[in-house]
């Protein structure tokens, strides 16, 4: 089980001193230098075992997570306001990411194939969001599933369904309703958690989204800030 790591934004670093840690992703080159201070306790880093075949990684989180930290250590933190945490993973470990695969897991099984499950279309979005209010399963409480259609909505006149090239945009819930948000996000807003791959490395991540089913450009916008930063934290060799 993964454990998620916090630490701070930082400017470009030339090389990794005593006062970083070292973390390396793999399949990409060199390490990544992240200071020692201005982050939640490094005890809950969580960093792959060192046993064969498991792709290195490494976890930081938002602003939120430095309520004890120094007034100049909260100052220089810039991620975006809505930003819970991440995982830097290696495009080498593997994700599931449409319906043909995600339909053999335990979680989206019975999410699908339980009485009172609904399927809807985001008018904002174009997305398809299901939900079942009688599942309370161990990846969401009451949540919902976004996803992007393969084939669009009513294009063969039948009912929504599942498609096996149906892609998982975002896992999404209440934010009372959310794990690990240590106070961030208010009433009326949602908890929702999202995997994307880059060109180096992929970040599994979660987010704080005003809207029930979030948008291509909030998502984007947020990535974009993240894997700003994570590039930042890369060494020189």
Not at 72 to 77: G, H, L, N, Q
Request: net charge negative.
């Amino acid at each position: 089980m993964k454990k998620h790591g916090f630490l701070l934004v930082l400017t470009m670093l030339s090389a990794c001193g005593s006062s970083m840690h070292r973390f390396e992703v793999t399949g990409v080159d060199g390490q990544f230098c992240v200071p020692k201070t201005g982050y939640v306790a490094p005890d809950i880093w969580w960093i792959p075992d060192d046993a064969p075949g498991i792709p290195k990684g490494f976890s930081f989180g938002g602003c939120h997570r430095l309520k004890n930290a120094t007034p100049e250590d909260r100052a220089v933190c810039a991620l975006p306001k809505n930003f819970i945490d991440a995982d830097v993973d290696s495009l080498q470990e593997r994700r599931n990411r449409v319906w043909s695969e995600l339909k053999k897991s335990a979680d989206f099984d019975l999410l699908v194939n339980t009485t009172g499950v609904e399927y809807a279309i985001d008018p904002v979005t174009g997305f398809m969001v299901v939900s079942n209010a009688s599942v309370e399963s161990t990846w969401q409480r009451q949540g919902w599933a976004v996803w992007r259609l393969s084939v669009p909505a009513h294009s063969d006149g039948k009912p929504l369904v599942m498609r096996d090239g149906d892609e998982l945009v975002a896992v999404c819930s209440k934010i009372e309703d959310y794990p690990g948000t240590d106070g961030l996000g208010s009433a009326g807003e949602y908890g929702c958690y999202r995997y994307v791959r880059g060109e180096r490395y992929a970040l599994d991540y979660r987010f704080i989204s005003q809207q029930r089913v979030p948008t291509e450009a909030q998502m984007k916008a947020l990535e974009t800030a993240l894997f700003d930063q994570v590039d930042q934290w890369k060494c020189s060799k």
